[in-house]
């Protein structure tokens, strides 16, 4: 028996299969380009919430909440937007 892998598709291959990447794009700032963008959370953060805005994961929206209020912000030049 060779060393060749069968696919599923009945194609051989004697490389492993890799698993897809899903890359989301870079958000960018509108304002000046940063690629330094995080998303707004808003509402009572717990204790996991609040770690996760000290390392800069997200940025807290305070609790309310508005029909315009901003989703995602800039953490280089503080721009907010949707």
Avoid at 6 to 31: D, I, M, Y
Avoid at 43 to 70: F, K, N, Q, T
């Amino acid at each position: 028996m060779s060393d060749a892998k069968h696919s599923r598709t009945g194609r051989t291959s004697k490389a492993p299969a890799k698993r897809a990447e899903s890359k989301s794009p870079t958000l960018k700032c509108p304002e000046c380009h940063s690629e330094r963008v995080r998303r707004i959370v808003y509402g009572l953060p717990g204790a996991e919430l609040m770690e996760e805005a000290a390392r800069e994961r997200v940025i807290l929206g305070g609790c309310i909440i508005d029909a315009d209020s901003a989703s995602l912000a800039c953490l280089d030049c503080d721009r907010r937007w949707n």
